[in-house]
Structures are given as C-alpha cells and as structure tokens.
C-alpha cells in the first residue's frame, strides 16, 4: 500500500476540502460522538427541523450538480465517475468534516441504484436513477424476515404472478426508513417448490402501492428508524422486476456486494475517540468523570485500534484499486469495525461512571448525552450489514480455507 497521495489526487483532495469548506452550512454537518443519533448531534440546528431540511436540500443540490451524490456512478447515470482512489479520498474528506452525502445516501446510491444500473432495463434506469441523484426518491430494503435474518434465503414472502402483475403477501422487518421511502427493493418467492436460493425473484416496489402496511419499531434509543412492512395482496407490475425471474437471490447478493471500504465508518471511529479524549481531559478535575488510573490507557487502547480499523479499510481500497476483489479482507475491516464501536462506547461509559446512562435533556446530563447514545446504538453494530458470525464464517472459510463442518 502506498499511503501518500500522487500529484493529482493531493489537488483532488484540496479541491474536495475546499469545496466543503465553502459549500457546507455548519449547521448540518455531524462528525465523532456530535453524529450520533438522539445525543445532540446537531447542536445548532435539529434534525427534521424546517431550516435543516432547507439547508440539507441546498447543499444536496449543490453536491448534485457536480454529480457528488452517487461519485461512484458513471457519468452517463448522473455520477462523477469517479476512480476507486478517488472515491476513496472524497469519502474520507466529507467523513472528517462531517458533512452530509446528500439524497438518500445508503440504499439509494449504494444499493438500488447500482444495482439498477447493472441489472436494469433502460426504461428502469431512466425511471428510477435521476431521482436518486438529484437527492428526489427515499429508498428501503425489504430484505429481511422475521425467519430469515442471517439465513436471508430462508425468506418466505411470496409473489405469484397474475396476468401483468405480481400479487405478493408476506412480511420484512428492520426495514430502515420504509415510513418516508418512495420505493422498496424486494426479494421475495416465486417457486416454492426450487431449492431456496433458486425461487427467489428481485422486484422494485412503489411504497404508495395498495397493500402496502409500515409500522413502526422503536428502538432502545427511543428512535424511529426501523419498521416491520406487511404485504397484504400487493400487485406490483412485471415492469417492476429487476433482472430474471428466479434469479433474484444472484442480483439480491450483488446488492449486498456494494459495501463501502468503511473508510467513512473509520475516519468518525478516529473523530470519536479524539473527541472523548479531548472531554476528559477538559473536565479531569470534575466529579462527573472516572478517576480510574484505567481510563487513560483504555482511551488510549481506542485510539490504537482506530487507527488499525483505517489500515485494514485502506488495505480493502488499496486492493480495489489494483484490479482485485477484496473478499476476505472485507469481512475482517467489518468485523473489526462493528465490534470497535462497542468498544468506544463502553468507553465512553467507563469515563463518565453513573453519569454515562443520562439521556439528553437530564438535569445532570454530561457530554450532550452521546455516551447513553453511543452504548445503545452499537448494539446494532454487529448485525447490520452481517453479523459477526457471519463474518467469522467467511474469514474462515474463505480467507482461512477452513471446512464448513
């Protein structure tokens, strides 16, 4: 790995730097423990405020128009097509300075988006692409059950095809954000009778349909983030299937496949840990924070592995970036990073002892309540994306040519 930049990428980053500094209100962007949900991470102005989502909406535009909410796409689909080192250096700028991605950064330029563009018919890529880019269309994932989470496979939700349509009954859960997306991507069952990775078909699913139920689950962290969507008699034109039926788990894996180095993930990691140093040594006198003789070396413990969890990221997009398709290296930079942040979190806690579990809003609340935050989201860390299990399996079998059985 080479970690310096060449000629042109150091001016690409200087350009990307400037840009954010120029472009970005303050007042949107989240960066180390000031990013995490429910603990205060907008400080000046709140998330699903009028102003925030004016502002949000001018600095999308403004990054849509050089193509910067899907960097990764080609130009032709409204992206920058950007190169692999490229998209490296943007992602690690905009991560520092917490800015936001845009649009629906995540499912829509991550997931479904690529997803179209390699599977899609043109009629798909010119319906549902420049929505995406211009920051217009919410998506969601109906991927997941309540049988079949790590087993995905396993997925029960059924689509019958009548005339032109597809009738589907069924049930997702921890479907994120499917109360305000415009479209779902859904895999569901279309012969019952193939073995299960071969019955399965891929569908793009307008979420103002008929037949369409969101609920929602709200999490530990008093969050609305995850939904349980039932299907009752949903018909969902032919038109809306994405690439063969039957063949909808090999498109459903290809999705999966479009998983970011985590440089983003990282950067934040690093910001976090900084961030708490910078708490405690500010406020080492107070009563609010541990005198333990542990804490130093435990933050500093933090410290270190971020900075292994940006080796282990980098070596994924130094990999790419020659051609090669990181398969185990992936899985170790997730496994790594996901338990990380339990780690950091329990951290947190520790420096701020019986104080660490106040909310925001608490008479005695210490560091804006991101310590409480922090700890309940990194619950979900090391599910989402594949669990640690799974990543085990994998690095096992795969990087470390171990039997299955």
């Known amino acids: 790995m080479d970690f310096h930049d060449t000629p042109e990428e150091a001016a690409f980053r200087r350009e990307v730097r400037a840009f954010i500094a120029a472009e970005c209100p303050p007042g949107i962007s989240r960066r180390g423990f000031g990013a995490m949900f429910g603990g205060g991470g907008w400080d000046d102005i ?21 193509g910067w909410i899907a960097p990764a796409w080609p130009k032709e689909y409204g992206g920058a097509g950007m190169t692999v080192m490229e998209q490296f250096i943007f992602n690690q700028e905009m991560a520092a300075a917490g800015a936001p991605r845009g649009g629906n950064y995540g499912i829509g330029t991550g997931w479904a ?6 599977y899609g018919t043109e009629e798909q890529k010119k319906k549902y692409l420049p929505p995406i880019v211009k920051g217009d269309a919410i998506w969601c ?6 049988g079949a989470g790590s087993d995905l496979a396993s997925l029960q939700t059924r689509a019958v095809k009548d005339g032109d349509d597809y009738v589907i009954n069924g049930q997702k859960i921890w479907t994120s954000g499917a109360h305000v997306a415009h479209y779902m991507i859904l895999l569901a069952r279309t012969d019952p009778d193939a073995p299960k990775h071969k019955g399965i078909s891929y569908f793009i699913v307008d979420m103002k349909s008929p037949g369409i139920d969101v609920r929602p689950l709200v999490n530990m962290a008093d969050n609305h983030d995850f939904n349980e969507v039932f299907f009752d008699n949903l018909r969902v034109p032919k038109e809306n299937l994405l690439g063969e039926e039957n063949r909808g788990w090999y498109v459903g894996t290809t999705t999966l496949d479009f998983e970011r180095s985590g440089i983003a993930t990282s950067v934040s990691h690093g910001l976090m840990v900084r961030d708490l140093a910078e708490f405690v040594r500010d406020h080492r006198g107070a009563a609010f924070v541990s005198k333990s003789r542990a804490l130093r070396n435990e933050i500093a413990d933090r410290a270190v592995e971020s900075a292994v969890e940006q080796m282990l ?8 970036s020659r051609g090669l398709v990181p398969n185990k290296e992936s899985s170790v930079a997730k496994l790594y990073s996901s338990e990380l942040d339990i780690r950091i979190a329990a951290t947190a806690m520790q420096a701020l002892g019986l104080y660490g579990p106040l909310r925001r809003g608490s008479p005695r609340v210490q560091f804006n309540g991101r310590a409480e935050s922090a700890y309940l989201y990194a619950t979900t860390s090391t599910v989402g994306g594949g669990t640690s299990e799974i990543q085990r399996n994998i690095i096992a079998s795969r990087g470390l040519g171990l039997p299955r059985a």
């Open 313 to 320: 990221c980098t070596q994924v997009v130094s990999m790419q």
């Open 141 to 146: 994932q109906g991927f997941s059950e309540p």
């Open 113 to 118: 988006g690529p997803t179209i563009i390699l």
């Open 46 to 66: 709140r998330l699903g405020t009028d102003e925030y989502r004016r502002l949000n909406a001018e600095w999308a535009k403004k990054l849509a128009d050089r």
